[in-house]
């Protein structure tokens, strides 16, 4: 009985480019074994070596989480669909204190708000007087902040340590031409005051530790997580589960998006949705596998939608459900979350009661040791002059990638690829891998040794280095 299952974008590189796969089996457990069998490159991204699932990916029979079901023993039936979903980072009235009086200029700037009943001028004042916060002031910060700050968010805070870069203004645009360079704080700041100066903006240029975490999040009503990577993402969830407060979490890649509201005191938290982050470097960032530009300003505008239904008490929350996006299909898929009982930290028996050091627990820190397996450009360019064709530069990168720019005498062989094409290779040669910046080709590498090659060495900083320290005529991205 064929059953449908959905690849996620990180993962398509293993399929082909495929984002549906139809294979036959029983239960849960014989349709992965078909997957794996079809598509072995997956099998380190969805299984432990002892067989078991890996706890950063979850699997939803249809709507429901197997976990919840009978896990992988679950039955199948024709026309089910089978989710793949990997980690990627009703209301409550937020203020109960007097709430403050809207002046004739605010009544006029928030009419159309006033004119909705569900709003009114009560929820315009509950608005005024909300604290918000929000981590990053990048992809998902910039439409988020826009919005709430347009809306009337009377204080909105945000943490932040970046300059403007070139790169960001495909998607962040909160920031311009103009501040390139500059703190995107300042930038940040400087343009939400300028669409409404009846908001306050607070920031705090900081990288989010464990140190800092509590003081800075405790003064505010609600927590909106713009961040882009999983020691932050914990940090947040677990600094809001200890001190009571929602948090309104998305992500990004690509060309797909997740959104929901963590609130441990009525549902689940991030870690009842992912217990473990997945090793480090195993999902690829935006700067690795890109985003759509336009796709954190649906996601971060679904962010700020939630953040004032909160606020003001209106609809239907996100809590205990995971929005899903794809912008290719242009198609929503909600799946229910359910609070874990054995959640270490917002379960019946908690084990985390304070912050932990969460680089350490992503793995950060704790990667293997790589000395002398990585080779500079300025290295790599002699040999490759001395040897010629006796050093293999495979480019583990996207075709896509390859047509922007590439190294003279590279072999194209992406990373999704590379353990079905290792019989193209020879294996006492000297293989050099080589991508974008270093982290996929190291990758790379590592299935290369595994498979028994000896003589592999990573491109240190990738084409980009090369781009900028060999051929500076060589376009960068």
């Known amino acids: 009985m064929p059953v449908t299952v959905s690849i996620p974008t990180p993962l398509r590189g293993f399929t082909g480019g495929r984002d549906a796969v139809e294979l036959a089996g029983t239960t849960v457990g014989e349709v992965l074994d078909g997957l794996l069998a079809t598509h072995a490159g997956l099998k380190r991204h969805l299984m432990q070596d002892d067989g078991r699932l890996r706890t950063f990916v979850n699997l939803y029979l249809n709507d429901t989480d197997i976990r919840q079901l009978e896990s992988t023993a679950t039955p199948v039936s024709e026309g089910d669909v089978l989710t793949i979903v990997p980690s990627i980072a009703g209301g409550r009235p937020a203020v109960e204190t007097a709430l403050p009086k809207l002046a004739h200029a605010e009544v006029l700037r928030y009419s159309r708000h006033l004119l909705l009943p569900e709003v009114g001028v009560e929820g315009q004042r509950k608005l005024k007087a909300a604290r918000v916060l929000t981590i990053g002031a990048g992809g998902l910060g910039s439409p988020l902040s826009l919005y709430l700050a347009a809306a009337?968010?009377?204080?909105?805070?945000?943490?932040?340590?970046?300059?403007?870069?070139?790169?960001?203004?495909?998607?962040?645009i909160v920031h311009g031409t103009a501040t390139l360079g500059t703190s995107k704080l300042e930038s940040a700041k400087a343009r939400l005051t300028d669409l409404n100066p009846n908001v306050s903006v607070e920031t705090h240029e900081a990288r989010l530790t464990s140190e800092n975490a509590l003081e800075i999040l405790r003064d505010y009503d609600i927590v909106v997580d713009g961040t882009d990577n999983f020691p932050t993402r914990y940090l947040v969830n677990d600094a809001c589960v200890l001190l009571g407060k929602p948090n309104v979490y998305g992500s990004i890649f690509r060309f797909e998006g997740q959104a929901s509201l963590f609130y441990a005191n009525e549902g689940p938290c991030y870690r009842c949705l992912y217990s473990e982050p997945p090793p480090p470097g195993l999902v690829p960032s935006c700067a690795e596998g890109g985003v759509l530009g336009v796709l954190p300003g649906i996601i971060g505008s679904i962010q700020a939608l939630e953040t004032i239904k909160w606020i003001i008490g209106a609809g239907d929350s996100l809590v205990g459900r995971l929005l899903l996006f794809d912008a290719l299909k242009l198609r929503f898929r909600e799946l229910k979350l359910r609070k874990d009982p054995d959640c270490p930290i917002c379960g019946t028996n908690p084990t985390i009661r304070e912050l932990i050091d969460y680089e350490a627990f992503c793995g950060i820190g704790a990667e293997p040791d790589y000395s002398g397996l990585e080779i500079s450009v300025e290295e790599f360019r002699k040999e490759q002059k001395a040897k010629g064709d006796d050093l293999v530069l495979i480019d583990v990168r996207e075709p896509h990638e390859w047509e922007i720019a590439h190294i003279d005498g590279a072999r194209l062989i992406p990373l999704g690829q590379l353990p079905d094409r290792l019989g193209e290779l020879d294996g006492h040669a000297e293989i050099v891998t080589q991508c974008h910046k270093g982290g996929r080709s190291m990758k790379?590498?590592?299935?290369l040794r595994g498979a028994g090659f000896g003589k592999v060495r990573n491109l240190a900083g990738g084409i980009d280095a090369w781009a900028e320290r060999i051929e500076p005529g060589m376009a960068r991205y």
């Open 152 to 172: 009337g968010v009377g204080t909105i805070g945000i943490v932040d340590f970046d300059v403007v870069d070139l790169t960001n203004l495909q998607r962040q």
């Open 444 to 447: 790379a590498l590592e299935i």
